[in-house]
């Protein structure tokens, strides 16, 4: 397993960014996250909203260079594990997030992590549930934040399903697609509606692979059970966003699932899913049970050369 340490860092996906590493796809390698940004806020201690600088906050490790990837292919990205540091940390910011108004002030707390419980108070522990914020590749030009908007590449989506047992495609923008991770979470409830989840640094073992050919339009989560596609509207249009996804369910059901329009329309009717994501940019999810047989069709001949040259 290769390991990037959580010296590489940086606060924005690049497609200038030197990599720090190249690997072959399925090669697994293990990113550790900084927790300095976060220390810095402790360090300050009463002081600490005068530092504080949400755009130096998410940082993300990377990036890493894929061999083979080219613009029009997938990066996939299979969870192996997360490993979060013994400490974790919240924090309640003016101005931020669903509850705005409703604290008696600022907070910015440690939390304690101890055989898989967060320990929130004396009263109050809470199973760790470990998963990852920000993640994806460089964009073909300019810079994509580590903060928000999320974007179809890359950005800050604070998915609870991106998360061990999960495999994310992102669209790659640039030879080698440079894939770069942060952000980790200890716990998470869905849309993150404080705008702050129980965050922390520490480890996450990612297996990097290639969908030859596979043009995707926003990523895609794939678990065992179900496919979710991601509707994204970085102006903030929940309605683009919701149509967004509920039509990319069709083209995958129509296009790589090989079903005809009036299967494919009653089957999103009836088992399809539309629910909210990450509040760093508008994200609606689309999801749908996985089938037995998801399509097929040729095979072009880079992916035939690709699994060839994988055996």
Known sequence: MHVIPASHTTFAFRPDAAPVLRVRPGATVRFETSAAPIERLFAAGDRWLDVLDLHAINAVTGPVFIEGVLPGDAVSVEILAI?????????AIPGFGLLDGL??????????????????????????RPMIGCLGLAPAQGET????????????????QIAPGATILFP???????????????????????????????AAAVRLGLRPGLHLETPRI????????????????????????ARLLFDLLTGEWRLT???????????????????AGTIV???????????????????????ADSR
């Open 83 to 91: 490993e979060p540091l013994d400490w974790a940390w919240s924090a």
């Open 145 to 160: 934040s580590t903060l928000s908007p999320a974007m179809p590449w890359a950005g800050n989506y604070d998915l609870t």
């Open 103 to 128: 604290m008696p002030g600022p907070m910015l707390t440690r939390l304690p992590i101890q055989d898989g419980e967060v320990i929130v108070s004396d009263r109050i522990r809470l199973p760790l």
């Open 172 to 202: 790659a923008q640039v030879p080698g697609g440079l894939f770069s991770l942060g952000d980790l979470h200890a716990a998470m409830g869905e849309h993150e509606a404080t705008f702050v989840a129980i965050e922390c640094a520490g």
């Open 261 to 279: 329009p009036h299967e494919a329309y009653i089957l999103i009717s009836a088992q399809a899913d539309l629910s909210l994501g990450g509040p």
């Open 222 to 245: 794939e678990t065992a059970d179900r496919v979710t596609v991601l509707g994204l509207s970085p102006c903030g249009d929940d309605g683009a966003a919701r149509l967004q996804a």
């Open 285 to 307: 999810l689309g999801s749908i049970p996985r089938r037995k047989a998801e399509g097929g069709g040729e095979t072009t001949s880079r992916q035939a050369r690709y699994k």
